[in-house]
């Protein structure tokens, strides 16, 4: 699965999320992001810091999650703004993603080659339920195709 988020863009920082600082220039960080052109691409976020104590389960305004996840823009835009988003939960729980579009269709893709397709409405976020194995079949990443349809 997270082969399919791979970032082609060489130029980028990362920065830690929800780390614990260990004097002014160092510290643990058991989550990070990416940036490139000042837009956070790529999150991966934990639930644990590494001593095993439970870490904030979200990421400034826009995302929340009960389970470790990478997530990632597909088409270089800020997570928010991104019109294709790959996803790879490590567990089953939820997560939600706050977003401007009025569509979602969600591919989720498995380990044998299986898909399946959903398309929901949303209206400022979006919540979805993973689930590791279906009929024994293991996820491998969750595909978001978001579209926002002009008020008339």
Not at 54 to 78: C, R, T, W
Not at 101 to 130: N, R, Y
């Amino acid at each position: 699965g997270i082969n399919s988020l791979v970032r082609k863009e060489a130029f980028f920082t990362t920065k830690p999320v929800h780390a614990k600082w260990q004097g002014i220039r160092a510290g643990l960080a058991p989550s990070w992001e990416r940036v490139e052109n000042g837009k956070t691409v790529l999150l991966a976020l934990r639930t644990h810091q590494f001593d095993g104590k439970p870490m904030q389960n979200h990421y400034k305004d826009f995302l929340q999650a009960d389970i470790m996840l990478v997530i990632s823009s597909l088409d270089g835009e800020h997570i928010t703004e991104s019109q294709h988003i790959g996803i790879v939960p490590f567990g089953d729980g939820s997560f939600t993603l706050r977003h401007n579009a009025t569509t979602a269709t969600i591919t989720e893709h498995f380990l044998s080659g299986h898909k399946v397709k959903t398309q929901i409405p949303i209206m400022d976020q979006l919540t979805i339920m993973v689930q590791q194995f279906h009929d024994g079949d293991a996820l491998e990443w969750v595909e978001i195709v978001l579209t926002k349809v002009p008020k008339n």
